[in-house]
């Protein structure tokens, strides 16, 4: 676009054709005149087509038209957009993770297939292997990751396992999967393509039950984050916000527990426990350990992590 108005100086033009930068219309030389009103139209064109754009989007949501069903698709050019952000997104942030140079060790196939087929199999399906029927009515539905792993690198499936994809079911494996049992599984899935369906079946079956079962943030986070941010994401990743609002944290306007605000001047908490950072961490650890009758499920939550979150309820 070289034709941007009120531009840098160039030597051709008059000094005075750039001084003045709101007005189109300067008595100077006429191809700058022509190159500026020009501009002003190309500007004034987008403006109002990202005004009616705007205007007749929130309309088309306002009145209800978006159909937001997962029995209805995305219409192409949709779908085809959102690929291109994925595609895009992932590439640019899947650098800062270098696969190890030793990736494809038989332990970590092993390894890999047993994170496979406890954590994906159900909704990606495998060799010869449905995925569970809740899988099928998804929208996207989750794709075959032998297709997958077609278009994307290492670093890549690296990157979507740990960090999920917002807004397409994929869920983020951070809290759920070790970093080692994360490369695990992207060598898993290096080799899925080539399996036969006896041969998914017999590696599937002889894996060792090693994936992870309590919840604790991988050692590595790069950029680091805050203890702040910690302990925001890890009420998100843990379905906390499913059901409190939590001070601080984005969710939804929920009130199927209380909101988790003020309870550094409480006398116990849930009605149990003292309202002290070890009591508070016990609570969110094992409610039901604490209170046979609570509502309030038992999530599988490390010592660590509930305690970045009490910490955070205590000081909020
Ligand atoms: C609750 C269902 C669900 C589970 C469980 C799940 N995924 Fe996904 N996954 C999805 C959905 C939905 C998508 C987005 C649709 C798509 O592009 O396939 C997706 C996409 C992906 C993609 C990108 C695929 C592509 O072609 O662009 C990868 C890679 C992936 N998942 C890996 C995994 C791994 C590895 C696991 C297990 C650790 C896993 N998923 C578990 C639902 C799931
Ligand atoms: C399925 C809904 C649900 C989820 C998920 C949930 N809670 Fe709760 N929580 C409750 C309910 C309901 C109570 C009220 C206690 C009761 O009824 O026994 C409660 C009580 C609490 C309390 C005590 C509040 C008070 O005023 O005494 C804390 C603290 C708490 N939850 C933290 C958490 C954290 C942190 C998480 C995420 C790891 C979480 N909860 C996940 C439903 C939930």
Not at 24 to 38: E, F, K, L, Q
Not at 148 to 165: K, P
Not at 198 to 226: D, F, K, M, V
Request: aromatic share 6%; glycine share 8%.
């Amino acid at each position: 676009m070289p034709d941007i108005p009120a531009g840098p100086r160039t030597p051709s033009a008059p000094p005075t054709s750039t001084t003045s930068t709101t007005s189109p219309i300067t008595p100077t030389s006429g191809g700058a005149v022509r190159r500026r009103s020009a501009g002003t139209w190309v500007a004034a064109t987008l403006l109002a087509l990202a005004t009616v754009g705007s205007v007749g989007g929130a309309a088309f949501i306002a009145l209800g038209l978006y159909d937001v069903s997962a029995t209805g698709p995305h219409l192409q050019p949709v779908h085809t957009l959102l690929e291109f952000a994925l595609k895009q997104a992932v590439r640019q942030r899947a650098d800062a993770h270098p696969p190890p140079a030793d990736l494809l060790t038989p332990a970590r196939l092993q390894q890999g297939a047993a994170c496979f087929r406890d954590r994906c199999v159900a909704c990606h399906g495998a060799p010869g292997v449905a995925p569970e029927p809740f899988a099928l009515g998804m929208q996207p539905v989750p794709g075959s990751l032998i297709e997958g792993t077609r278009h994307w690198r290492h670093q890549d499936l690296y990157w979507i396992t740990r960090n999920g994809i917002k807004m397409s079911g994929m869920p983020a494996w951070e809290y759920r999967l070790s970093e080692d049992e994360l490369w695990a599984v992207v060598a898993f899935l290096d080799q899925l393509a080539t399996l036969t369906p006896t041969q998914y079946a017999a590696l599937s079956a002889s894996a060792a039950p090693s994936c992870r079962a309590i919840s604790e943030a991988p050692a590595a986070l790069t950029p680091p984050l805050p203890t702040v941010e910690l302990a925001q994401r890890a009420f998100r990743q843990h379905g906390c916000t499913a059901c409190h609002i939590v001070p601080g944290v984005v969710g939804p306007a929920t009130a199927v527990g209380p909101r988790l605000s003020g309870l550094a001047g409480r006398d116990k908490i849930g009605g149990r426990v003292p309202a002290t950072e070890q009591g508070l961490a016990d609570w969110i650890r094992d409610p039901r350990a604490l209170d046979a009758h609570t509502a309030m499920p038992t999530v599988g939550i490390s010592d660590t992590q509930a305690k970045l979150m009490a910490r955070y309820l205590l000081s909020h």
